[in-house]
């Protein structure tokens, strides 16, 4: 098995109190020992407008970020699961592609790299023949417009029985689309919980993963289980990324709850991902190289 260097460990923002401003959720992602944050882009209100805050308030950011070395290395775009790129409504579709595009922009100004696309064809809607189709064509437009921002699209192997929750699916999309900014974000939990090999799921996305969210499952489940607590097999899962050459970053993928102290949270399972990787392939590697 080959040795890696030791990735990057970054903290989604929702892992930290929604109260709190995003200057503040860096600055504590930070103190935690974190390498870099994600940010998110959900169907709230409060959230879709940061598609459209000022070019003043973009390089504010991310002066901040740059000021306390801390990037936004990765966006995760859930508003699509209310305008999704496979809806029956054109008018939903021609939506779910303006916010795409207004995302595709934001990560631009903000030097983010990465855009999670969730693997739902329709979220609140259902599924139709035309579903996939929809979606494809639209990831595939959004693709093409990625490639001019260099920024890259990852398709998240989702958490449910039906649609894209699969890497052997996000390959079958990779495939029709063909281009090189759209790559895989795979989920460790969403394809444990739902009865998938994460092992051999990983294997097969070789060469196309760019990102990987690590977080616990039960069956049917992927939310609030501890690491290590669940039916994940991490130490397993982590020697087939280092097998496959995977030398990318991990997400910890987390929700704050109400009456938890999140800081407290987030900074433990940080240390347990890094015991995981320190006991895996990643920890006997070169640190310079």
Not at 144 to 164: C, F, K, P, T, Y
Not at 191 to 204: C, D, K, Q, R
Not at 235 to 253: C, K, M, R, T, V
């Amino acid at each position: 098995m080959k040795s890696l260097p030791f990735p990057p460990i970054g903290l989604y923002e929702k892992a930290l109190p929604a109260d709190f401003p995003l200057e503040d959720k860096i600055k504590q992602a930070k103190s935690a020992g974190f390498d870099f944050m994600e940010l998110s882009i959900d169907e709230s209100p409060e959230f879709l407008s940061r598609l459209d805050c000022p070019t003043s308030e973009r390089s504010k950011i991310r002066r901040f970020t740059q000021q306390n070395d801390l990037p936004l290395f990765s966006l995760c775009l859930s508003a699509q699961r209310r305008f999704p790129l496979g809806s029956a409504d054109p008018a939903i579709r021609t939506k779910s592609k303006e916010i795409l595009a207004k995302a595709i922009q934001l990560a631009s100004d903000l030097a983010i790299r990465v855009i999670l696309i969730s693997g739902y064809w329709v979220f609140y809607e259902p599924v139709l023949p035309s579903s996939e189709d929809y979606f494809i064509e639209g990831l595939a437009w959004g693709a093409r417009l990625a490639a001019r921002s260099g920024v890259m699209l990852g398709i998240e192997n989702i958490d449910s029985h039906a649609q894209i929750n699969s890497i052997r699916q996000i390959m079958k999309v990779i495939r029709i689309i063909d281009s090189p900014w759209l790559k895989i974000y795979g989920d460790f939990a969403n394809l444990a919980a739902f009865g998938f090999n994460v092992s051999a799921e990983l294997a097969v996305g070789q060469g196309h993963i760019v990102a990987i969210h690590v977080k616990d499952a039960v069956q049917n489940e992927v939310r609030g289980i501890p690491l290590g607590q669940g039916i994940v097999d991490f130490p397993a899962a982590f020697n087939q990324l280092a097998d496959i050459n995977y030398s990318g970053p991990f997400l910890l993928e987390m929700w704050s709850q109400t009456g938890q102290d999140a800081f407290t949270s987030a900074s433990h399972a940080l240390q347990t991902t890094r015991n995981y990787l320190s006991a895996s392939a990643y920890g006997t590697a070169d640190p310079n190289n």
